[in-house]
């Protein structure tokens, strides 16, 4: 396995965790019939594995044969087309990453560890996963935390005092089926048609940084998308010069969980180099360029992650963080938790920064986990990762931003229903005062809540 703790021996009970260190080894990607003649070299190449992404059932068909049974196909194909918030697009490195333990021969052979594992779980999720009876939460929305309401300019979304996110593409090299913007990033499924951007890339980018000059308060930006590696270097590079040029801008994030699903993509000469340029620049202007990005298991942490990692700093970022979604299924467990935050710093000098609770989008129920859960969860991985690399687990409450999941003003466990304050207003709620209630929400999914609690939902979405 490709884990930096062996997942093989028993684990100890729950709270108790045991540190081990191991090596990471790259999972062999031969092991799938379809990929048996493929290179080293091309296994390297970013356009190799652009070029061979899966996208839908006969491409999945193509590089495992018959190690998966037909049921799972059927499943698969019973989610995408009454389910899915996402389309499907896996880079060969992330598939590699599913099952890495199983090198099975035989057919059918596969799907037991396909059905369980976690990255598959989040990646390519099948209609056995979702609720039967609560897929949805009835608060639920496509533009969960609300970003577009609150864009100033297309793409830059201000919700913060002195931070902005701004989105310069709708499009990532993976999919996730949890995704967050799922109303705007990625392919229209048969649930969901999708929101797109209007302008121009160009003229995007060139309002957002007229937005910047014009507004001194904003220190810091998230740049994001979708997904940055989609974004040709060039015209990254040229906006990231554009953001240098603002005084008041001296923090500088830049999203990529590509990192994780096409390492090949970060570590590649003209993207370092590239790199290099930016961080030269940003360091004689005092300014800080970090790199996050999106592990949410620590199979996933392999050698050409740690080492597209490890270049990236080479090449004179200030910081490469990691920032984890909190999922059923996936890595909602202490032990799990650990064994990713240290395979991220022992192996890759990634630092582990936030878990976001999984936030509320249609379909999503089976992936959340109820807020005190989260909250059992940070006390339990205290104390055993330094104080710098021990993440915090928050919860982004709508309109209110991200919170730790200890900072509730209230909380009702049998209704699951939480409320939140906070000590700003986003340029939204400032231009309507009357929209602002000082309090603010999140809810546990309805099917972890006591029976007094989901008989309460129920009653009130049937009323």
């Not at 091309?42 to 049974?69: F, I, N, S």
């Not at 340029?277 to 740690?306: E, S």
């Not at 395979?343 to 890759?348: C, R, S």
């Not at 379909?363 to 005190?372: D, G, K, M, S």
């Amino acid at each position: 396995m490709n884990t930096a703790r062996s997942q093989a021996e028993s684990k100890p009970p729950e709270g108790v965790y045991e540190y081990r260190r191991g090596e990471l080894v790259e999972p062999d990607w031969r092991r799938f019939p379809g990929w048996r003649k493929v290179t080293e070299a091309e296994w390297a190449d970013p356009q190799w594995q652009r070029a061979h992404c899966v996208k839908d059932a006969k491409g999945l068909r193509a590089v495992v044969g018959d190690l998966l049974d037909e049921e799972f196909y059927a499943d698969w194909e019973q989610d995408r087309l009454y389910r899915a918030t996402m389309s499907v697009l896996l880079p060969p490195h992330m598939i590699n990453t599913m099952a890495p333990q199983v090198a099975g021969s035989r057919p059918g052979e596969l799907t037991k560890a396909f059905y369980d594992d976690p990255v598959r779980r989040y990646m390519l999720p099948v209609f056995s996963d979702r609720h039967p009876t609560w897929p949805s939460h009835p608060m639920a929305s496509r533009d969960s935390l609300h970003e577009q309401d609150m864009w100033v300019v297309e793409g830059l979304t201000h919700r913060y005092p002195t931070k902005v996110l701004a989105e310069l593409l709708s499009t990532c090299p993976q999919y996730c089926g949890h995704c967050t913007r799922m109303d705007l990033v990625g392919n229209s499924t048969p649930q969901v048609t999708k929101n797109r951007l209007t302008l121009k890339p160009l003229d995007r980018a060139e309002r957002i940084l007229d937005h910047l000059r014009r507004t001194p308060g904003i220190r810091d930006v998230v740049v994001s998308g979708g997904d940055l590696a989609n974004l040709p270097w060039p015209r990254l590079e040229s906006f990231l010069s554009g953001l240098l040029e603002i005084d008041s801008i001296r923090d500088i994030r830049l999203a990529s969980k590509a990192l994780i699903g096409l390492p090949q993509y970060w570590s590649s000469s003209p993207v370092l180099e590239g790199v290099a340029r930016i961080a030269a620049t940003a360091r004689a202007r005092g300014v800080q360029v970090a790199l996050h990005t999106h592990a949410n298991a620590a199979q996933q942490v392999t050698p050409l992650v740690a080492g597209a990692a490890h270049a990236l700093l080479a090449a004179g970022l200030r910081d490469v963080r990691n920032q984890g979604v909190l999922m059923r299924g996936v890595n909602d467990s202490a032990h799990e938790l650990l064994d990713l935050c240290f395979a991220l710093t022992d192996h890759a000098a990634v630092t582990p920064y936030y878990f976001y609770m999984c936030d509320m989008i249609p379909n999503a129920e089976h992936w959340r986990v109820p807020l005190h859960r989260a909250q059992l969860l940070q006390r339990q991985i205290m104390g055993y990762l330094p104080g710098f690399s021990t993440p915090r687990i928050v919860c982004d409450v709508p309109f209110a931003g991200k919170r730790w999941v200890d900072q509730t003003d209230a909380y009702d466990r049998d209704l699951g229903i939480s409320h939140w304050s906070k000590s700003y207003l986003t340029p939204l709620e400032a231009a309507a005062p009357d929209a602002h209630s000082g309090s603010y929400h999140y809810y546990d999914p309805i099917d972890t809540l006591p029976a007094s609690g989901q008989r309460w939902w129920r009653d009130t979405r049937q009323g």
